[in-house]
Structures are given as C-alpha cells and as structure tokens.
C-alpha cells in the first residue's frame, strides 16, 4: 500500500514507498511481501527473512511465532546483533524498542543501512577499480561509489548530484543507454521541458528491458525536492542490470504507425467555441515528437494543446477550441512528418444551437394512442434553434433502449421526422436531445398498449 501525505512530509513518504518496494523487491525470493514499514518488520520475523536473503546466512535461533512483547523485542535484537557482529554494520541510534514500537524515521535509518550496504557496498560492480568491491566495505563512501561508477558509464554527461541532475530524465535516459545501447539513443535530444515524459518511458524500458524495477515513482524523480536517499535506491540496480534478448535496441521512427482517433478529426459534429479533443497514439512508431496545428478556412493557424499520457501506449491527447465555422486542417506530424491521413478535414459548424427553441408534434408523443408491433411518428421543428445535432432516444418499461426500432430522417430544412415501432407493451420514455440537451417537455412519457385484437 503506498503511503499518501498527511502529517509525514514529503521526503518521508517517498521514501517509505520506495524503501518499502526495495524490501519486498529482496522478499520475493522467500515469497513474502510487506505494505507497512511502522508495522510489518515490529516482530522480528519479516526483518529477520530479509536480513537472511540479504546476507545469503541463517540467522540464529529466535521466535517464530512472538505473541508478547518481550518475544517481538529479543526477535529484532537477534537482527540488530547480527549486522553489527557479523555483518560489521554500524547501527547507531537505533535499538529494538524502536523497531517494536514501530517509529517510522528510525526504521527508515535501520532500512537505509542494509540500502548501503548490501546494495552499494558490498556488490563488486562490472567495470569498478580492483580495490572496490568486498574490500571496500568498511571503508569507502557509498556515494562516491555509485557516483563513480554512474559517471564511468555515461562520461559525456555531466553530473553533480543525485536529485536536480535526475530531473528532466536525460541523465537517466543516457544510463540506460549507456546498460542497453539502442534503447534510448536519442536521449541528447529530448526536450527538458517533457521531463514527466522522458522519465516515465525510460523508466518503463528500465524495467521491461534491464530488469530494473520501478522503486521510485516518475512524479518523485521530476520533483525538484526528489529525495537523493530514494534516488540513490533505484539507481544502485543499473550496475547489476543486464540486457533481455530481443530487446528494442536502435528502434527506427516510423510515423506511418501512428494513429489518431476521436471527434476533433471527424469530418462532423465539430462547433465553434466549444472545446474538442482527439488522441494520438505512438507505442510502435520509435520515439519522436508529436506537434500538432489547426488551419482555420482564413489559412490562420488556431491553438492545439499536446499533452503527453503515462500510459503503455505512449499516447497524447490533443486539445483545440475553433472561433469560426467552415472548413478546418488538423495537421499532426511525428518526428517532424505525417502521420497517415493527416491533414484531418473537419467541417466546423456555427455556435451551438438553442436547445429551449425546438418544437414537437405528432401521434408519436401523444400519452396513449401508441400500439406495440405498429409504426407512429412525430416531427421535430429546429427553424429558430440554430445548427445542432438531434437525437433520439426511447427507453421501454424495463429502460432497455433496444426493444424499439427508431429511425430519425431530414423532412425538410428545419424538419425532422422520426419512425419508431415499440416491441414490448407498458410506459416508454421518448428522450429528445438537441446539442446535446434535453428539448422542453422531455422525455415524453407514452403507454404502449397490446392494440386492437380482430
């Protein structure tokens, strides 16, 4: 379960959601799992599981089943004994009473020393100096550790840090590159403006293609206030990742795969000053920018808002309001050419109509009169209403709208007939809609009934 924010702050909440996947990350192996780091780990058992996966030793002889307090306290002195005597970790601080009494910024401490040295430490690294490794354990700085070893393998990128230089996904981009040459190639060129983007699909292809999983979410990374704690958790498992057969290495841009659906590119049903909106959706097509422009019938271009969404297939959702009626081109282009069928044409109507001016008449609407099996109709006048789209439906006694066959057709300019024929006997409900609203007077309520017998 993540933690959301209340009284803890931030920095505490991501990385009690990110310490708390790397636990459960080590967890898997013996088929547990936490969702509370205050009271998962207060009786010893979870934190003495993970402390044997983690050292690949097994821990002495402590109480499996702890129903008192005094049980709970020896089980996680057992483990705080252990890392000190056998371990040569240092723990400062921290005793059992915090972990039993679930204190959540001394366990995070607890949690943020097995981090170091058990994921930075203590690994010997592909590529690190011959010193480091096992014999650097007590006595070299973890953080200049992974920063060395991050640097050594993106050495065009210039670092500093592990929270501001993380934050536009270009640094990341370039190291997983740099473990998987061809899975970001192009990172140099992304726009530090999309760093929500950048971060999200980097992180994705991390995890499909490296073997990384995801302890940090992409918001967290983007945030200015990233916690370097968390940062430095999720990048201590590049140096340990290894590339998956058939990964998408040097994948081509193809704009041909694009593909845009939804009603701001229907040649129909688009109004002026009333917001549209279509999606563009680029999972197969490479990596490339989407850039989207609205030429109105003056040959004017018109604001289009591009949004990228984090989801799998790479989509965006693109927004626009047209101020004139007629005829418009809705360009978009990918990695600078077009996709298929752009320039999209749509036919922009007037303003909407007035749905209070539409009038009704006919035997279709009257209360009774209606017989089950048997055609009717009824008339919908729109001559003062304005342009708008006319609708029709008609709910039986059971509110199923598909016991009636109805059939809307242009009478004339400002005439519309609609033919219905009931199937089922009972009160139905006839709903009319003009731009999108009810017309006066409905629904109309109609009793349907069995008909004359011979």
């Given at each position: 379960?993540?933690?959301?924010?209340?009284?803890?702050?931030?920095?505490?909440?991501?990385?009690?959601?990110?310490?708390?996947?790397?636990?459960?990350?080590?967890?898997?192996?013996?088929?547990?799992?936490i969702t509370s780091l205050e009271t998962d780990l207060s009786d010893g058992i979870i934190l003495i599981s993970l402390i044997e996966v983690l050292s690949g030793m097994t821990l002495p002889r402590y109480n499996?089943?702890?129903?008192?307090?005094?049980?709970?306290?020896?089980?996680?002195?057992?483990?705080?004994?252990?890392?000190?005597?056998?371990?040569?970790?240092?723990?400062?601080?921290?005793?059992?009473?915090?972990?039993?009494?679930?204190?959540?910024?001394?366990?995070?401490?607890?949690?943020?020393?097995?981090?170091?040295?058990?994921?930075?430490?203590?690994?010997?690294?592909?590529?690190?100096?011959?010193?480091?490794?096992?014999?650097?354990?007590?006595?070299?700085?973890?953080?200049?550790?992974?920063?060395?070893?991050?640097?050594?393998?993106?050495?065009?990128?210039?670092?500093?840090?592990?929270?501001?230089?993380?934050?536009?996904?270009?640094?990341?981009?370039?190291?997983?590159?740099?473990?998987?040459?061809?899975?970001?190639?192009?990172?140099?060129?992304?726009?530090?403006?999309?760093?929500?983007?950048?971060?999200?699909?980097?992180?994705?292809?991390?995890?499909?293609?490296?073997?990384?999983?995801?302890?940090?979410?992409?918001?967290?990374?983007?945030?200015?206030?990233?916690?370097?704690?968390?940062?430095?958790?999720?990048?201590?498992?590049?140096?340990?990742?290894?590339?998956?057969?058939?990964?998408?290495?040097?994948?081509?841009?193809?704009?041909?795969?694009?593909?845009?659906?939804?009603?701001?590119?229907?040649?129909?049903?688009?109004?002026?000053?009333?917001?549209?909106?279509?999606?563009?959706?680029?999972?197969?097509?490479?990596?490339?920018?989407?850039?989207?422009?609205?030429?109105?019938?003056?040959?004017?271009?018109?604001?289009?808002?591009?949004?990228?969404?984090?989801?799998?297939?790479?989509?965006?959702?693109?927004?626009?309001?047209?101020?004139?009626?007629?005829?418009?081109?809705?360009?978009?282009?990918?990695?600078?050419?077009?996709?298929?069928?752009?320039?999209?044409?749509?036919?922009?109507?007037?303003?909407?109509?007035?749905?209070?001016?539409?009038?009704?008449?006919?035997?279709?609407?009257?209360?009774?009169?209606v017989m089950v099996g048997r055609p009717t109709y009824f008339d919908v006048c729109t001559k003062d209403a304005g342009k708008g789209q006319l609708q029709v439906i008609v709910f039986d006694q059971q509110n199923n709208r598909n016991t009636t066959i109805c059939r809307l057709k242009k009478a004339s300019e400002y005439?519309?007939?609609?033919?219905?024929?009931?199937?089922?006997?009972?009160?139905?409900?006839?709903?009319?809609?003009?731009?999108?609203?009810?017309?006066?007077?409905?629904?109309?309520?109609?009793?349907?009934?069995?008909?004359?017998?011979?």
């Amino acid at each position: 379960m993540e933690r959301t924010p209340t009284k803890a702050s931030a920095w505490e909440r991501i990385q009690e959601n990110t310490f708390t996947r790397w636990v459960n990350e080590h967890l898997k192996s013996v088929n547990k799992t936490i969702t509370s780091l205050e009271t998962d780990l207060s009786d010893g058992i979870i934190l003495i599981s993970l402390i044997e996966v983690l050292s690949g030793m097994t821990l002495p002889r402590y109480n499996k089943k702890p129903s008192f307090r005094s049980q709970k306290l020896e089980n996680v002195s057992v483990v705080l004994r252990f890392l000190e005597e056998n371990e040569q970790i240092k723990i400062v601080n921290i005793d059992s009473t915090d972990i039993v009494d679930s204190k959540l910024k001394l366990i995070l401490g607890l949690l943020w020393s097995l981090i170091l040295h058990y994921s930075i430490l203590l690994p010997l690294w592909e590529g690190e100096d011959g010193d480091l490794g096992h014999g650097c354990k007590s006595g070299s700085n973890p953080k200049h550790k992974l920063f060395g070893w991050i640097k050594n393998k993106i050495p065009g990128f210039s670092l500093n840090n592990f929270t501001s230089d993380w934050n536009d996904g270009r640094a990341l981009g370039a190291l997983v590159d740099a473990m998987g040459p061809g899975l970001c190639p192009d990172w140099s060129d992304w726009n530090p403006k999309d760093a929500l983007k950048n971060v999200s699909g980097t992180m994705t292809l991390a995890t499909d293609w490296l073997n990384v999983p995801q302890l940090i979410k992409p918001e967290d990374v983007v945030d200015s206030n990233v916690d370097e704690l968390s940062m430095m958790t999720y990048l201590s498992q590049f140096p340990k990742a290894t590339l998956k057969p058939n990964a998408p290495l040097h994948p081509s841009v193809n704009s041909n795969r694009v593909r845009c659906y939804g009603l701001g590119i229907e040649p129909t049903g688009v109004v002026c000053y009333v917001p549209i909106s279509f999606t563009v959706e680029t999972f197969s097509a490479g990596k490339g920018d989407v850039k989207v422009s609205i030429e109105n019938p003056k040959g004017q271009l018109e604001l289009a808002e591009v949004k990228f969404n984090i989801d799998g297939s790479e989509t965006y959702t693109v927004k626009y309001t047209p101020k004139m009626e007629g005829m418009h081109k809705v360009n978009v282009l990918f990695a600078g050419e077009e996709v298929p069928n752009s320039p999209y044409i749509v036919n922009v109507e007037a303003t909407v109509g007035d749905f209070r001016k539409v009038s009704t008449s006919g035997p279709g609407l009257e209360p009774t009169g209606v017989m089950v099996g048997r055609p009717t109709y009824f008339d919908v006048c729109t001559k003062d209403a304005g342009k708008g789209q006319l609708q029709v439906i008609v709910f039986d006694q059971q509110n199923n709208r598909n016991t009636t066959i109805c059939r809307l057709k242009k009478a004339s300019e400002y005439i519309y007939r609609c033919q219905y024929v009931t199937q089922t006997v009972g009160i139905h409900s006839i709903n009319i809609f003009f731009s999108g609203q009810q017309i006066p007077y409905s629904p109309f309520s109609v009793t349907v009934s069995p008909g004359k017998t011979c």
